[in-house]
């Protein structure tokens, strides 16, 4: 699976932006917000790595807990996937557990994504191509 981006968590996305700019990042899109996540979304790009930053903008926001236990960093790598179901069902059976159900982002083009968590290897989003 190819990689797409790697998600990195920030608490306040124009403070981060400003920073990641002055690293040499370029905006590839500006915030989103993603209402049902509760989350704000920008995915910046350098020398061809993309990253996505998400804040969370609510105690109700899927990524809340994650923001007060990890604080600012990456937290996953998203990759594209040809076969969404076949790919979970690969992935549950080396022991990833599914952590958010398979939805449409639409941060990604209403690109239907999902999140697992491996008890070694962390968390990883798969997003339909
Ligand atoms: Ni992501």
């Known amino acids: 699976m190819k990689i797409h981006h790697i998600g990195y968590l920030v608490k306040k996305i124009d403070k981060a932006k400003e920073?990641?700019?002055?690293?040499?990042?370029?905006?590839?899109?500006?915030?989103?917000?993603?209402?049902?996540?509760?989350?704000?979304i920008c995915f910046m790009e350098k020398d061809g790595y993309v990253i996505e930053l998400v804040s969370p903008t609510s105690k109700e926001s899927t990524v809340a807990g994650l923001m007060k236990k990890l604080g600012n960093t990456p937290y996953h790598i998203c990759?594209?996937?040809?076969?969404?179901?076949?790919?979970?069902?690969?992935?549950?059976?080396?022991?990833?557990?599914?952590?958010?159900?398979?939805?449409?982002?639409?941060?990604?083009?209403?690109?239907?994504?999902?999140?697992?968590?491996?008890?070694?290897?962390?968390?990883?989003?798969?997003?339909?191509r």
Do not use: S
């Open 19 to 40: 920073e990641f700019k002055n690293m040499g990042y370029t905006v590839l899109q500006e915030d989103v917000y993603d209402d049902d996540r509760q989350i704000n």
């Open 79 to 128: 990759y594209e996937t040809e076969d969404m179901d076949k790919d979970i069902q690969i992935l549950l059976a080396r022991k990833y557990v599914m952590w958010e159900e398979k939805k449409p982002a639409i941060a990604i083009d209403g690109k239907k994504v999902c999140f697992l968590i491996h008890p070694y290897a962390g968390m990883i989003e798969l997003v339909e």
